[in-house]
Protein backbone atom coordinates (compact mmCIF):
# COMPACT_ATOMS: atom_id res chain seq x y z
CA UNK A 1 0.00 0.00 0.00
CA UNK A 2 2.78 1.94 0.91
CA UNK A 3 4.48 1.88 -3.01
CA UNK A 4 0.76 2.63 -4.29
CA UNK A 5 0.80 6.23 -1.77
CA UNK A 6 4.44 7.18 -3.11
CA UNK A 7 3.27 6.98 -6.90
CA UNK A 8 0.41 8.46 -6.45
CA UNK A 9 2.03 11.62 -4.60
CA UNK A 10 4.67 11.73 -7.17
CA UNK A 11 2.26 11.11 -10.23
CA UNK A 12 -0.05 13.96 -8.53
CA UNK A 13 2.61 16.43 -7.98
CA UNK A 14 3.97 15.71 -11.23
CA UNK A 15 0.65 16.09 -13.18
CA UNK A 16 0.44 19.42 -10.95
CA UNK A 17 3.74 20.90 -11.98
CA UNK A 18 2.93 20.01 -15.98
CA UNK A 19 -0.20 21.74 -15.72
CA UNK A 20 1.32 24.81 -13.78
CA UNK A 21 3.70 25.20 -16.70
CA UNK A 22 1.20 24.53 -19.37
CA UNK A 23 -0.74 27.49 -17.65
CA UNK A 24 2.34 29.83 -17.83
CA UNK A 25 2.41 28.63 -21.52
CA UNK A 26 -0.93 29.77 -21.83
CA UNK A 27 -1.36 32.90 -20.02
CA UNK A 28 2.14 34.21 -22.16
CA UNK A 29 0.35 33.59 -24.97
CA UNK A 30 -3.22 34.64 -24.32
CA UNK A 31 -2.92 38.06 -22.11
CA UNK A 32 -0.41 40.68 -22.41
CA UNK A 33 -0.29 41.71 -18.44
CA UNK A 34 2.62 41.15 -16.56
CA UNK A 35 0.84 40.79 -13.14
CA UNK A 36 -0.98 37.47 -14.73
CA UNK A 37 2.09 36.42 -15.91
CA UNK A 38 4.18 36.66 -12.83
CA UNK A 39 1.14 35.19 -10.91
CA UNK A 40 1.57 32.19 -13.18
CA UNK A 41 5.03 31.58 -12.93
CA UNK A 42 4.91 31.87 -9.36
CA UNK A 43 2.54 29.38 -8.90
CA UNK A 44 4.31 27.10 -11.50
CA UNK A 45 7.63 27.74 -9.59
CA UNK A 46 5.67 26.61 -6.09
CA UNK A 47 4.71 23.45 -7.90
CA UNK A 48 8.00 22.67 -9.20
CA UNK A 49 9.21 23.31 -5.40
CA UNK A 50 5.98 21.13 -4.30
CA UNK A 51 7.72 18.08 -6.90
CA UNK A 52 11.39 18.11 -5.78
CA UNK A 53 10.29 18.05 -2.39
CA UNK A 54 8.35 14.99 -3.00
CA UNK A 55 11.17 13.40 -4.71
CA UNK A 56 13.44 14.07 -1.95
CA UNK A 57 11.62 13.01 0.49
CA UNK A 58 10.31 9.67 -1.01
CA UNK A 59 13.57 9.30 -2.01
CA UNK A 60 14.88 9.94 1.13
CA UNK A 61 12.39 7.76 3.16
CA UNK A 62 13.72 4.48 0.44
CA UNK A 63 16.95 5.45 1.54
CA UNK A 64 16.88 5.11 5.03
CA UNK A 65 14.68 2.34 5.08
CA UNK A 66 17.14 0.17 2.53
CA UNK A 67 20.52 1.49 4.15
CA UNK A 68 21.98 -1.86 5.38
CA UNK A 69 21.43 -2.84 1.45
CA UNK A 70 22.72 1.05 0.21
CA UNK A 71 25.85 0.28 3.02
CA UNK A 72 26.72 -3.41 1.62
CA UNK A 73 26.77 -1.97 -2.11
CA UNK A 74 28.55 0.88 -1.10
CA UNK A 75 31.22 -0.56 0.78
CA UNK A 76 31.46 -3.35 -1.56
CA UNK A 77 30.52 -6.18 0.90
CA UNK A 78 29.65 -9.42 0.19
CA UNK A 79 25.76 -10.36 -0.11
CA UNK A 80 23.92 -11.66 2.52
CA UNK A 81 20.96 -13.65 2.72
CA UNK A 82 18.83 -10.78 3.83
CA UNK A 83 19.81 -9.06 -0.22
CA UNK A 84 18.21 -12.08 -2.01
Do not use: C, H, P
Not at 54 to 74: D, E, M, Q
Request: proline share 0%; glycine share 8%.
Amino acid sequence: MTSFIRKLVLVLAGLATVGAWAGVVITYMSTDSIAAFTVAVTIAAIATEVLFWSLAVIGGWTAFANRKRLWRRLTGQAATEDQA
